[in-house]
């Protein structure tokens, strides 16, 4: 992530994904809580059902040549080989995890467990925090560590929720923590790679440093200091909107039922009941 325009475009996955999850699964819950299980995506009606599939699709391979992109104008520098390789790593995981979707959506359900899909995701989530802030410290490394916490509360969802999915709590964390993540990592874009939204006394990060302690550049410790401080409250403001964002929408979901959409209604309510009553019909398949 080394430049604004790549944190932008990581909100602009993250951010609608995470907000567009939060709702179908809510939707899903409030419909019959007894029957809830998460689900790895929450397809449209079926009409622009594809219409999530080829969004993925042309979202990914952009994303890698913004990366591929990114990486070249530093290609001078070897040091960044071995980040460049770890960066590529975590885009591949992710646009694996994509494809692990449609395979078992357009094919044999049992073929690919939901279990491990999620345990997928999970992983990918934990190799994105090893790479996460790379080569920054100072206060840029203090921001990109609230960065790697929130991933670390997406990687722990998706682990809880591949052992269990009828679990709630787990995927409200999980949807929460990807629009968490991409109103933080704009915010991260905006105060450390522009003038405009830059922190106070702070000059913006113009190019990575191949000595690896790349940080903005302040003139004062005490303009330093200050610039922790205020992206903790700002980290704070983030994590109440986001809070408040989900409760509102929980509560209107719960009070208004036309606003739930997706699978909340139709064709995956009858799934999850016919795999609850075969459950409770033949338990030995649980167990198996």
Not at 94 to 123: K, M
Not at 149 to 170: E, K
Not at 221 to 239: C, I, K, P, S, Y
């Amino acid at each position: 992530m080394a430049s604004l325009a790549s944190h932008f475009s990581a909100f602009l996955l993250l951010f609608p994904v995470g907000l567009r999850r939060l709702h179908f699964s809510s939707s899903l819950y409030l419909k019959n809580p007894s029957l809830y299980r998460s689900k790895t995506w929450y397809f449209s009606e079926p009409r622009w059902k594809n219409l999530d599939f080829y969004t993925l699709i042309i979202a990914l391979p952009i994303a890698s040549f913004c990366e591929i992109f990114i990486f070249l104008t530093f290609s001078g520098h070897p040091t960044y080989r071995f980040p460049f390789f770890q960066q590529s790593v975590t885009l591949f995981l992710f646009w694996a995890l994509i494809i692990l979707v449609i395979i078992r959506e357009y094919t044999d359900p049992l073929l690919i467990n939901e279990g491990f899909v999620f345990l997928f995701a999970g992983v990918s989530f934990l190799v994105e925090y090893s790479v996460i802030g790379k080569g920054i410290a100072g206060v840029s490394g203090a921001v990109y560590d609230l960065l790697g916490a929130l991933t670390i509360l997406c990687a722990g969802s998706s682990l809880y929720l591949s052992v269990n999915p009828s679990a709630f709590f787990a995927e409200f964390l999980l949807s929460s923590g990807l629009v968490f993540k991409g109103t933080w990592v704009l915010q991260t874009g905006l105060s450390l790679y522009t003038d405009v939204f830059g922190l106070k006394g702070c000059k913006k990060i113009s190019v990575l440093s191949a000595q690896g302690n790349t940080d903005v550049q302040c003139d004062l410790q005490e303009d330093r200091l200050r610039g922790v401080a205020l992206m903790n409250l700002l980290f704070t403001g983030h994590a109440i909107l986001v809070l408040a964002v989900s409760i509102v929408l929980f509560g209107l979901l719960s009070s208004n039922r036309t606003l739930r959409c997706g699978e909340a209604s139709g064709p995956l309510l009858m799934e999850l009941e016919c795999e609850t009553m075969s459950m409770r019909t033949h338990p030995e398949l649980e167990m198996d």
